[in-house]
């Protein structure tokens, strides 16, 4: 795990920038603290910051050249699979200098081309550059756990792992509208876009090419389930090992192909217990994060089985309970006995971080459970170097709230007849998170809002808080709404009334890539943290979208094939409570030790009207809803506004 950068210059003017390469390895440093280094050669610069996993030793330092020197590969991530490659490079006659999946990686580069992404098990940033044909290849993982951004002018081209770091090569900077208007609707920005107009980013499953002309070419090498434009030989073995392209006999969403509902359950574990075993392998310290939910319960109980003495690591909150989900987590810390570590937090403890969160997030990211990651980010790190994680998981089998309750909506039953009628009431009825009634009153009101909507409406709407008219409600200006319709569909196109599995491919398109792997990404990395995702292990993936999405919910049962199949593994009462996010109590921290901050700083109407963004009134009306007793998720809308106003005044003032 580690940061990359890199630039390539066009022109004279651009060869400056190739200076600049030391400040952009510098901003990196949260995510390489262990070491960095350069390649530089003619009109082009490769930097790394390195965090020591694997072979720990110099020998595995980066930028790494091939024996040739015509090869430089600078890598950021986990090639999980890399030992199954091993002997192939030894047998071609390569005298391998480190133990490393970096060097291994090159050379099956350098003998199959680009095609050998296809089996790469893991998630990674990766730039090969061949002085020879004067060509940078850079390629991003299936589901874009690891991030990359990429600047290009006349002069030259930049990229690196975060914005921070592209922003050292003095590019451009100018507030993407379209971005910004999205992320006050999502209170994160899409995948697609960045905050700045002039900067992308390499899309999940996809890679660029530029050739000695400045040529640029880029493609797409994976969708969920298929494959796209790097045909490579499918291999038959069916065994669950290390880099087969797993398809479970090529299963499809007709149920005689499948098999039973059984058989499906033991495919799944098989796949998973795999998954988590080739995640193991490190040369420092790992660990498992442990919410007390059900899917980083399934991780520890199927990591315990390959190392007995596990360290489990879990966050809750000492003065508010409704929040809290430790106990749950140490139940499944005490029937697998890891070495378990609870960190309860008071609010002076989330205020004591936030500062420390919001200097580390170079472009706006609003979703508040990146505070608690950070946090337990910053403490396990006092542990060990990698975590093992649940994430992906309910995107994968339709575990959230929004997913049974689509289900619901797409049945033609007696509480989406009767439901309407209680609108008026629930109307005048608290709505909060703060409570366990307020919340539902919440949930009932967005239900009632959703059956009005088609299914495409309906799915951007639950992604987010703010409405489109609310949102627009938030701008002086704003005249790219046909714009922004345009640019949505990207992600509701594909929604299909007939098949939820387009709900939830959509959700790993848009919600897990722009916002769950960003919030553990970032804040892991903060801290200098590996974390790895089972779930994201490719062929499981693959595999669950050629189940029916009854499997997975039913509108009753969320995430049923996993509970099922997982069912003996864990406690029973993990099973019995709802489902709860991962959430920090902001609505009491906004009316109390946040709202300093809030009135008088970032959100102080002087400011607002000097900065010429924001209609006042609408953000007048914010802050009074903050104190009313139905205050919605007025919270939410403020900490996006939060965010924003502290990135502002860091990058734009």
């Known amino acids: 795990m580690c940061g990359i950068t890199g630039c390539i210059a066009f022109t004279e003017l651009g060869r400056r920038t190739i200076d600049l390469i030391d400040g952009s390895i510098a901003a990196l440093n949260k995510r390489g603290p262990d070491a960095n280094g350069k390649y530089i050669h003619d009109n082009i610069a ?180 298929r494959f796209e434009d790097l045909k490579i030989e499918r291999l038959e073995d069916e065994k669950i090992g290390r880099f087969e392209d797993l398809k479970i006999n090529q299963f499809e969403n007709d149920l005689n192909k499948v098999g039973t509902y059984e058989k499906a359950q033991k495919h799944l574990r098989k796949i998973l217990t795999d998954a988590i075993n080739i995640r193991m392998y490190s040369d420092v310290p790992l660990g498992a994060f442990l919410s007390g939910g059900i899917d980083s319960s399934i991780i520890v109980a199927l990591a315990t089985k390959v190392n007995s003495n596990l360290h489990t690591f879990s966050i809750g909150y000492k003065d508010e309970p409704l929040f809290d989900e430790t106990n749950y987590a140490e139940l499944v810390a005490k029937k697998y006995n890891t070495n378990h570590t609870s960190f309860k937090l008071s609010n002076d403890d989330l205020l004591g971080s936030l500062f420390e969160m919001l200097d580390y997030i170079d472009e706006p990211f609003a979703d508040s459970s990146a505070l608690a990651v950070f946090i337990l980010s910053n403490q396990t790190k006092k542990h060990v170097t990698v975590a093992l994680s649940g994430d992906g998981a309910d995107e994968i089998f339709g575990g959230y709230n929004k997913h049974t309750a689509e289900i619901k909506i797409r049945q033609n039953n007696f509480l989406n007849k009767s439901l309407p009628s209680f609108e008026p009431l629930i109307n005048i009825l608290p709505q909060s998170r703060n409570s366990t009634f307020s919340n539902k009153i919440r949930q009932a009101k967005k239900y009632i809002e959703g059956l009005k909507m088609n299914e495409k409406e309906r799915y951007w709407r639950w992604c987010g808080y703010n409405t489109i008219s609310e949102s627009l409600s938030y701008f002086k200006n704003f005249d790219l709404i046909e714009t922004f319709y345009q640019d949505r569909q990207l992600y509701i196109e594909n929604i299909d009334k007939r098949d939820f599995n387009s709900v939830l491919s959509t959700d790993i398109k848009l919600v897990l890539s722009g916002d769950m792997l960003v919030k553990v990404d970032r804040m892991s990395m903060a801290n200098s943290l590996e974390v790895r995702n089972p779930f994201l292990d490719y062929r499981l993936i693959d595999f669950a979208f050629e189940l029916p999405a009854s499997y997975k919910n039913d509108g009753i049962t969320s995430k049923k094939i996993l509970k099922d199949a997982f069912r003996e593994e864990l406690p029973i009462e993990i099973f019995n409570r709802g489902k709860h996010g991962f959430e920090v109590p902001l609505l009491k921290w906004m009316r109390n030790e946040l709202w300093s901050l809030i009135n008088d700083d970032l959100l102080n109407e002087k400011f607002i009207e000097e900065q010429n963004i924001f209609n006042i009134n609408t953000i007048r009306n914010l802050k009074k809803q903050l104190f009313s007793t139905n205050p919605g998720d007025v919270q939410a809308k403020i900490w996006a506004l939060i965010v924003f106003q502290y990135w502002w005044k860091k990058y734009m003032r």
Not at 73 to 87: A, T
Not at 106 to 129: D, R, V
């Open 46 to 225: 490769l930097g790394h910051a390195r965090l020591c996993i694997i072979d720990t030793s110099d020998a595995a330092a980066q930028p790494f050249t091939d024996k040739s020197g015509r090869y430089t590969i600078v890598f950021n991530g986990e090639f999980f699979n890399f030992m199954d490659f091993r002997n192939e490079i030894i047998s071609d006659g390569i005298e391998l200098k480190s133990t490393s999946d970096t060097e291994i990686l090159l050379y099956l580069f350098i003998k199959h081309g680009k095609s050998i992404i296809q089996k790469i098990n893991g998630f990674f940033a990766i730039a090969i550059y061949d002085n020879f044909e004067r060509k940078l290849t850079i390629v991003r993982d299936r589901y874009g756990i690891k991030p990359l951004y990429y600047f290009q002018d006349k002069d030259r081209l930049v990229f690196a792992s975060e914005m921070k770091s592209l922003l050292a090569y003095n590019i451009d900077k100018e507030i993407n509208d379209l971005a910004l208007f999205q992320y006050f609707q999502l209170n994160y920005i899409p995948p697609h876009l960045s905050i700045f107009k002039n900067v992308c980013k390499i899309e999940e499953g996809s890679w660029l090419e530029l050739d000695e002309n400045f040529k640029i070419t880029k493609g797409k090498y994976y969708s969920i389930g």
